[in-house]
């Protein structure tokens, strides 16, 4: 589901407008991944992590940011791809006075940048990003296998060799440049996938 995600277009509605951004960079993590919120096991803290496909797992770091995962597994399984960075698309101007910047480039550029520029909280842990209210997931326009790229993952320790994260290709939005990146990565068929699998 992680390489599914690129292309995909995050929509926010708010009071005071509509933010849009295409992902860019994500990141996989599955139940049996030591870097996983849910390798020891379904807690308070990770339960939306094990729970249906499509739902936002919300997690709080750092004692100040925020950053959202999509529940990519079945029901039970706590898998979810970490949403890392966006193409900003709609609402920039909001974005810009969230994020206290108005470098197109850093609005979105990381998981805890993304989370700021869209104003999700714990409040919204637990959505179902399916619905396509409030806050969801747009079908956009999926990026060619060629423009994919698949490489080590970033900022964990554990299992940080695994080639779970995928981006753009040459995307001036992502949260750093990929390393090393390996050959095309294909998208799964169907594209709305129901179980992880990174």
Do not use: K
């Amino acid at each position: 589901m992680a390489r599914d995600l690129l292309g995909t277009v995050l929509v926010r509605e708010l009071p005071g407008g509509r933010l849009a951004a295409r992902l860019v960079e994500v990141e996989a993590y599955q139940e049996d991944d030591p870097a996983s919120h849910s390798f020891r096991g379904r807690t308070a803290r990770t339960d939306v992590m094990f729970g249906r496909p499509g739902h936002l797992y919300v997690y709080f770091i750092y004692g100040m940011h925020w950053c959202m995962n999509v529940v990519s597994g079945r029901e039970g399984e706590g898998s979810a791809v970490l949403l890392r960075a966006a193409e900003p698309l709609e609402g920039l101007q909001e974005m810009a006075r969230r994020r206290g910047t108005g470098d197109p480039r850093l609005l979105c550029a990381g998981p805890a940048r993304l989370a700021q520029a869209f104003a999700v909280t714990g409040d919204e842990n637990g959505t179902d990003l399916a619905r396509g209210e409030g806050l969801f997931l747009a079908a956009g326009t999926p990026f060619e296998d060629d423009a994919v790229g698949a490489g080590p993952r970033v900022g964990i320790r554990l299992a940080a060799e695994r080639p779970w994260r995928y981006a753009a290709l040459g995307s001036r939005y992502l949260s750093r440049p990929l390393a090393a990146p390996g050959p095309p990565v294909s998208r799964r068929s169907p594209r709305r996938a129901t179980r992880s699998s990174p």
